[in-house]
């Protein structure tokens, strides 16, 4: 089932989300629709967050470097109750959100961490991540603590495209 993804300024954007404490049928399905609905917006991730739910999942497929064509699902991961472990490095990449349609902004993060996580079926497990899959698994891990990479900019910055998406918006609803 294809869901709704919440825009920013959408309060439900900053929500705290809560550990899975079983990774049950309901949990499974909240995975399975969260894949669709990111294949379907042409992500490489989505937090739970995103579509109105409080659980801590994200799904991710995010192209390798040396990938070529993209096939959708190759890399394909979902994490429950995702955790950085530990993280070291750092870089800077101009990052995108489908719940900030329009906007890009460089944004630092760490270059290298390893996430523990349950799988799909309540499998804990452990995943190194480097390169754009460990800066989209810290965005999406954001996601479920109820922050937007935009919060992660300077105030200024934050402020000059708060502005510019309120006035998009006005834009909209004058619009005939
Ligand atoms: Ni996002």
Do not use: W
């Not at 270059?111 to 079926?121: F, G, I, M, N």
């Not at 935009?150 to 105030?155: F, G, M, Q, V």
């Amino acid at each position: 089932m294809i869901l709704e993804i919440l825009k920013f300024p959408d309060p439900f954007l900053k929500t705290k989300a809560v550990p899975v404490e079983k990774v049950d049928d309901g949990i499974k399905k909240i995975i399975d629709d969260m894949t669709e609905t990111m294949y379907k917006a042409k992500g490489i991730g989505l937090a739970s967050v995103q579509v109105g739910v409080d659980k801590r999942v994200i799904v991710l497929d995010v192209p390798g470097d040396g990938d070529g064509e993209r096939v959708q699902g190759r890399n394909l991961i979902a994490l429950v109750n995702p955790e950085i472990v530990s993280s070291e490095g750092q870089t800077i990449y101009e990052e995108g959100c489908l719940s900030v349609p329009g906007i890009t902004a460089d944004v630092e993060r760490f270059s290298r961490l390893k996430v523990r996580a349950l799988d799909r079926e309540g499998r804990p497990f452990e995943v190194s991540a480097e390169g754009l899959f460990a800066i989209a698994l810290q965005h999406e891990i954001d996601h479920i603590d109820g922050v937007l990479f935009i919060d992660r900019l300077s105030r200024l910055k934050r402020e000059m495209i708060k502005r510019k998406i309120k006035k998009a918006l006005e834009a909209e609803e004058k619009a005939l």
